[in-house]
């Protein structure tokens, strides 16, 4: 009589990879991880925060605990390739990749009889678009990184070194313009929210923006902006002023009309809750909420810089009082203490926030576009929703003389704490020159992160960027 191999059977009890993916339901529990995978890139401590915000000029740590010296090292310039946070990111990021591939995979293969045509192509692009996002990210952020399109084996892993950011890029093209063919222009309804064809418009941009290729952009941007989905009108109240500003970063907003591309939380115990106001605001005794008594004790990340408070024109109050507040009173003393913070998270419920994050918002798309067309009339927009002059019109600051300066002072003031500004001044090539201007030791090296010495010992094929 033979024997049964009882290491080969799967459980009956739980789920496994084996016995998954064999209804529609299933699918779409498994496209839905996809969007956490997309939340993990951009929430707070990830990759887009320490590098393109955290990085930068516009946020320091003032006073945070012990465990966050790490983020104190990125914040100053001065990151090693043992820094707990890089590798954090780093795996977070592959994880990502991985569970994209995954769904791919399996979507390719499936026997299963979806009940709208339509849904299974969706799907692939949804996975698709975020696994494109966190490559575009990796890839400003250190530079060549290996690239997986596959579920990968243990063995087969160790095949895969760094590949050269030109192909990344276009790998990223290719599958972005597949995106943009797949996904619907617009939802209704519970999918309100998804990723749209807008949004890979937006990526492409950004990313031709980066490689040079401004006509690329600008005929990306032109969509987005022709399509007639987005207006600087958030509230949708028919008039464009400084409540649609406000409006955006209320905690009750959710997929306005400025919005392209966006992080989905619910408020609420046991819900999917934001990570950014507890990571960003004072990490101090005595802080509370502007309005409210009690206090708690967040994390004291991305602190606003003075020299960020000082950018704010003295017209600007409504973005600067979103943006950097200058401290708070210690309700027990009556002192002002110090110590900026930023309103752009604020929800009240503090314990479980659930204020969306921007992603990518249409005053981002008409900067960009006054950028590759050099018309200011797109930059004014933004400027007049706040009721600031216009850049050639009288009362202009005189400090930003030229277009460009003009767009990257904009760009820095209506889109702090959004995990821009770094990655704009690298690609600018401005990032050296404004940030030494400042006292920052930075030169080239410092301008990608050190691939995690971790990844190095497990696959010693895999090279280190200069300088680390």
Known sequence: MGCVNELDLRPTTSLTEGDFYQTEEQFIQAANDVYRQLRRTYEAKGIADAFGELSSDNAFIQIAAGTELVSDDIS??????????????????????????????????????FSDPNLKERMEAEATFVR?????????????????LKVLTQAES???????????????????????????????????????RYAASA???????????????????????????????????????TTDYQHVFHPETKNCKESILEIQYLAGQNQVNSTHQINYLPWHFAFHLPGQTEVFRPLGLNTPTQDLMKEFEP??????????????????????????????????????????????????????????????AYLNAVRKRVGLPGFGEAGYPSD????????????????????????????TDRAIPVMRSKGYNIDETKLLFPIPLNVIDVNPAITQNTGY
């Open 158 to 196: 160790y095949e895969y070194t760094r590949e050269s950011r030109d192909v990344i890029y276009e790998q990223v093209i290719q599958d972005l313009t597949y995106c943009k063919q797949i996904l619907p222009p617009s939802y209704t309804g519970t999918n309100v929210g998804r990723i749209t």
């Open 76 to 113: 100053n310039l001065r990151i090693t390739s043992n820094n707990s946070r890089i590798q954090e990111i780093w795996e977070t990021c592959y994880n990502g990749i991985f569970v994209c591939n995954h769904i791919i995979e399996q979507l390719d293969r499936t026997n299963v009889s």
């Open 400 to 427: 930003y003389s030229t277009l460009a300066l003009a767009i990257e002072h904009e760009r820095r003031i209506e889109l702090c704490f959004e995990f821009h500004r770094f990655f704009d001044l690298v690609r």
């Open 315 to 376: 017209a600007d109050s409504v973005r600067k009082n979103i943006s950097a507040q200058p401290g708070f009173e210690n309700l027990a003393t009556g002192q002002f203490v110090d110590y900026p913070f930023t309103m752009k998270f604020y929800d009240p419920n503090w314990r479980y926030p659930g204020q969306n994050f921007e992603i990518i918002r249409y005053a981002d798309i008409l900067l960009m576009y006054a950028e590759v067309t050099a018309d200011p």
């Open 203 to 241: 990526v492409l941009a950004k990313l031709f923006m980066t490689i040079g290729e401004t006509q690329k952009a600008r005929e990306e941007l032109e969509g987005i902006i022709n399509s007639g989905q987005y207006s600087l009108d958030a509230n949708g109240d028919g008039t464009i002023d």
């Open 132 to 148: 494109s996002l966190i490559y575009f990210n990796m890839v400003r952020a250190w530079g060549d990184v290996p690239l997986v």
